[in-house]
């Protein structure tokens, strides 16, 4: 599967991903995996009795995660995608419990060409929301995506803009001692 170029997202352009159930294994092989053992996530009787919601919540990291592969699942950055650039804005509505459905709302905020690289940096906002459509996260996203040019071609016209440029400024240097002998 081929993923979209730099060049083929446009600003305001939006994708919708499929969608993925958060079952209460998914929230234990997480917390255990990364480290987050606190009651909130692993003590049942802490959860029903002491917090805010009662019953087992995932991590709002297992969350992003989660939103993250639904996007790459999209096929949309599949082959085309070459760094994660950065991350703003998060902000987190309410929580994801166990049997909740997430799915991802993408929107193209801004893309911004970086030759140098072979391609651009595309900005998206990401909206994940459950099963009956309520937002419970948002944030900002930034992607270095490879553009039609690949790294290797935009290198090699660099190399070959450089040593234009070095060939004029020795024919220009060449061209003012000359000019300094005739005086």
Aim: charged share 30%; proline share 3%.
């Amino acid at each position: 599967m081929n993923g979209k170029t730099f060049e083929e997202f446009k600003t305001g352009a939006r994708n919708v991903t499929g969608r993925r159930t958060i079952t209460e294994h998914d929230i234990l092989q997480f917390v255990c995996l990364v480290g987050l053992t606190e009651p909130l996530f692993l003590d049942l009787e802490y959860i029903r009795n002491e917090s805010l919601y009662g019953e087992r919540i995932a991590p709002g990291s297992l969350t992003f995660g989660m939103a993250e592969g639904l996007t790459v699942q999209t096929g949309i950055i599949h082959g085309t995608g070459m760094a994660f650039a950065g991350l703003d804005k998060m902000r987190l509505f309410g929580p994801v419990k166990v049997g909740d459905t997430i799915q991802v709302e993408i929107e193209v905020l801004e893309t911004k060409p970086v030759p140098a690289r072979g391609g651009g940096i595309v900005r998206y906002r990401q909206w994940v929301k459950n099963q009956r459509a309520e937002t419970v996260m948002e944030y900002d996203v930034a992607r270095l995506i490879r553009g039609t040019l690949t790294p290797s071609l935009s290198r090699e016209r660099a190399r070959v803009k450089d040593k234009a440029s070095a060939n004029k400024t020795q024919r220009d240097t060449s061209e003012k001692d000359s000019s300094s002998e005739n005086e």
